[in-house]
């Protein structure tokens, strides 16, 4: 038992030096590029897909996908971690909406600022007013922004009501909306203490225990399709619904990842 402690508590530190290192990397890959002249949307989602992907390679996370990531529009899933953002920018660019706390968070909150994330304070009227302009205005330019409209993370044995607020931009841009799924699998620790966010949990203590974790795996499943609503609450609903279906079909499959070899297929393992 206490050499395993000390393991993990190398292996932690190991990766926590990784980390850093290549988050050090992206920054110094922005700035370059920054010299150039303004960037874009498009620009900053690119460079966060290259940084996340990256970044699970070298920390040995791996991403089993089933389905196809949405080609435009919004994206709806349920929220388990910061580690999502991750596994969702490492499958495709995309401009993320996040918790307005990510911002003063040390380092990280400024890679989040520089990826072009629309950041809100979801108890705040005005605040979602602003989010939505600048969502549309990403969707607008052909962006896919992913949303997670539970607006807090969970220990995913529950996917919480959808907040209606931020699915305005898709509706009034006449976007469509697809739907995803996101869980996790780990060999030597636990799903829900150690990779879930949630509750009192404080940053970097939890990103000290999942730094020390070995064998994480993503599962992300995406539904077929998708759709355009007139009404927000209508759509809250509706993904919310598809949501807990995609749920269902993974949980049954929490055991062992399908991994299907053929380029045709729509379910791919992917190790990044």
Known sequence: MKDHSKLRLTRAVLRMLILLGT??????????????????????????????????HRLGIEIVRDGRFPSRGLLVSNHLSYLDILVFGAVSPAVFVSKKEV?????????????????????????????????????SEGSIVVLFPEGTSSDGTAVLPFRAALLEAAITSREPISSAHISYAVEDGSVEKEICYWGTMSFFPHLLRLMSLRGIRAQVRFATGAQRFEDRKVAASATRRLVLTLGNVLSSEQRGFLRVTEPSSQHTSISL
Not at 31 to 37: E, I, N, Q, S, T
Not at 125 to 132: G, K
């Open 103 to 139: 911002r003063a968070w040390p380092l990280y909150g400024w890679l989040a600022r520089l990826a072009g994330t629309v950041f809100v304070d979801r108890n705040r009227f005005a605040d979602a007013y602003q989010a939505n302009l600048c969502m549309a205005r990403a969707l």
């Open 23 to 56: 988050s050090a990397q992206a920054c110094l890959r922005f700035l370059v590029r920054r010299v150039r002249g303004p960037i874009t949307i498009a620009e900053r989602a690119q460079w966060l897909h290259e940084s996340c992907r990256l970044a699970l």
